[in-house]
């Protein structure tokens, strides 16, 4: 699946995204009030991977609830990103988010340069059992909870999760990052610090996974250097039930979702496993 | 790689009120209608079409207008700014008789394009259209080229009183054009195309940018057409398909504003 932030401002480019393949589209992270984001640079790329500093720019529930609206008539589950800085926030996002019909939430409760937001919640294992709990109760579809790879406390807070009965477990958000200039010695961003992804950040995305796996019962979606198929069933072996593809879309087009589809397939053939199933977990030991 | 790269400014040059062009040294190869990245360190990054290429001197043309062309306006010889790129796909010349439509700012990334054109040599007709003659710049180095060198003001201070589209529309009605290239504001553009009919038809479009790199989805028209990598420039028959074109474009923050 799509994940969130890339190739999703507006309903035309996410059904691009549908049709290069995508099996799901997460949204970008939505709020309550329209926000800009940050100034440029937002994003730059380094040796191994891209470094961004959005600053969660996007035109508000109610105007993105058009955007979704268009695509109701494709049968592409949308699993809607939402932000906010406390339960109630969380709620009325998740209540609009319902009404405009996506199939699940996605709660962002990671995004690594946002004042008051992703993170910033997302260290707090009683806040996001608290967030978790509200919107299940308010709301009937499934509830995913994106967690940050920047916190120790990793595994309180897949568990304050999993307590609060979230369906699942998305990892992992960026890597927190900063790149300087030496010519004129600026940091890069103009946020000065952003999140890392891409190739570089894998291994620490199937550590993330491998970890909360050993730790909750409930299924991981696995996101964070996903460049090829055989990165995805890394990440199945870790413990991931599927995958979100993000920064590829940078490092091989539109058209990877459909890539990586077909090199998931070729290398279960040539190794003899005909489900994604029995790949599940495969490294656990 | 996606990184600015600190250059030096060679010359900041007065074009006409408010209106200047800066270049910088850059090797590689650009061609005509692509665009660059840059990063004046500490205020902003923004994307600006070429408006001068030589084999390793590039220069960008722009208006001061917003915090980030008012930073830039005020650099002198020898500042640095960031810079990255070039990107996008650029103009392909088809036909012979070539008319280009540039308005405003937008003649100067048409100065390019007009001066490969005289280079095959491909007889052309360029229109400047400005609001007013005060505006007007580049006219030396249009008629340089052998183009015929036409001028629309909307005040009617030089040239033709109105706006470029309308003065295209005649010249298509009396010569023969083959095709014809633009760049400008949105409205004058989609009004041109609606004139063209099955005309090879090509503009350059402007949209917020951000990532540049064609996954952020911020410049996204149409079904998902990224004008930072599947344009700026976009053929007539695209164009026709973008509910966007003419109508509304995006700010930093996804909300649609109307031109």
Known sequence: ?285 | MNNPIITPLLASTIEATDIKTITFQYPGDVIPGQFFMVWIPGVDEIPMSVSQITKSVKGITFRNIGDATRALYQLKKGDKIGIRGPYGNGFTLTGKRLLFVGGGTGIAMLAPVVEQARKKKLPSTVIMGVKTKDQLFFEDRFRQTGATVLISTDDGSLGYKGFASDLAKEIMQKERVDAVYTCGPERMMSSLLSFCKTLPFQASLERYMKCAIGICGQCCVGNGLRVCLDGPIFDGNTLKKVEDFGVYRRDASGRKILF
């Open chain 1, 1 to 285: 699946m799509l994940a969130s932030g890339i190739m999703d401002e507006d309903a035309g480019s996410m059904q691009r995204m549908m049709e290069c393949g995508a099996g799901a589209i997460v949204t970008k992270s939505i709020g309550v009030q329209p926000r800009e984001g940050y100034a440029n640079p937002t994003v730059v790329e380094l040796e191994y991977g891209l470094l961004n500093a959005m600053g969660l720019p996007n035109p508000g529930i109610e105007l993105y609830g058009e955007e979704i609206k268009k695509l109701r008539t494709t049968n592409v589950p949308i699993i809607g990103s939402i932000y906010a800085a406390d339960a109630d926030e969380f709620v009325s996002l998740a209540e609009k988010m319902q009404r405009f019909d996506v199939n699940a939430l996605e709660l962002n409760v990671s995004c690594p340069h946002a004042k008051q937001y992703g993170l910033e919640v997302g260290c707090d294992p009683v806040l996001v059992q608290e967030i978790v709990t509200s919107v299940k109760q308010n709301v009937s579809i499934p509830v995913f909870v994106k967690v940050s790879p920047n916190i120790m406390n990793l595994v309180q807070i897949v568990q304050a999760a999993e307590k609060a009965t979230a369906d699942a477990i998305v990892a992992i958000n960026t890597v927190k990052a900063m790149k300087i200039d030496l010519e004129t010695k600026h940091p890069v961003l103009a946020n000065k610090t952003g999140g890392y992804s891409g190739k570089a950040i894998k291994p620490i995305g199937v550590r993330c996974v491998y970890d909360i796996a050993q730790a909750v019962d409930i299924p991981i979606i696995g996101v964070g250097g996903i460049t090829t198929g055989e990165d995805a069933i890394e990440y199945f072996m870790a413990g991931a039930s599927a995958v979100q593809i993000g920064s590829a879309v940078y490092y091989r087009g539109p058209d990877v979702f459909k890539s990586v589809c077909e090199e998931i397939k070729t290398w279960m053939r040539n190794h003899g496993y005909t489900t994604i199933k029995e790949l599940i977990g495969a490294a656990f030991r």
